[in-house]
Nanobody, 125 residues
């Protein structure tokens, strides 16, 4: 059974950096897209970045473009989200998720089949 586990969240000051990791067990990444979503209480889950396991195509939401970098290590079955220049509005629970290769085009949460438990990121001002 495929599972994903996030790590790397924490508390950081505005302007700082964090790197989130998403470790995947089960089938390999190359036939999937791996996405990062975030959610704050009372708001919908926001898709912020995604990468495909076959050719490394990437997606970034406008809210994080230029600050966050997604990367993949297929040998380690791990996806990373490097978050730089963090802002208080980046505070949220961050989730890693896995879907088919086509999910990068829509970033619809319902199209991603497997979700991690989430990791809290808190950015203080």
């Amino acid at each position: 059974q495929v599972q994903v586990v996030e790590s790397g969240g924490g508390l950081v000051q505005a302007g700082g950096s964090l790197r989130l990791s998403c470790a995947k067990s089960g089938s390999i990444f190359s036939i999937t897209a791996i996405g990062w979503f975030r959610q704050v209480p009372g708001k919908e889950r926001e898709g912020i970045s995604c990468i495909t396991g076959d050719d490394g195509s990437t997606y970034y939401a406008e809210s994080v473009k230029g600050r966050f970098i997604i990367s993949i290590n297929n040998a380690k079955n791990t996806v990373y989200l490097q978050m730089n220049s963090l802002k208080p509005e980046d505070t949220a629970v961050y989730y890693c998720t896995v879907g088919g290769l086509g999910t990068i085009a829509t970033m619809e949460p319902k199209e991603f089949a497997i979700w991690g438990q989430g990791t809290q990121v808190t950015v203080s001002s």
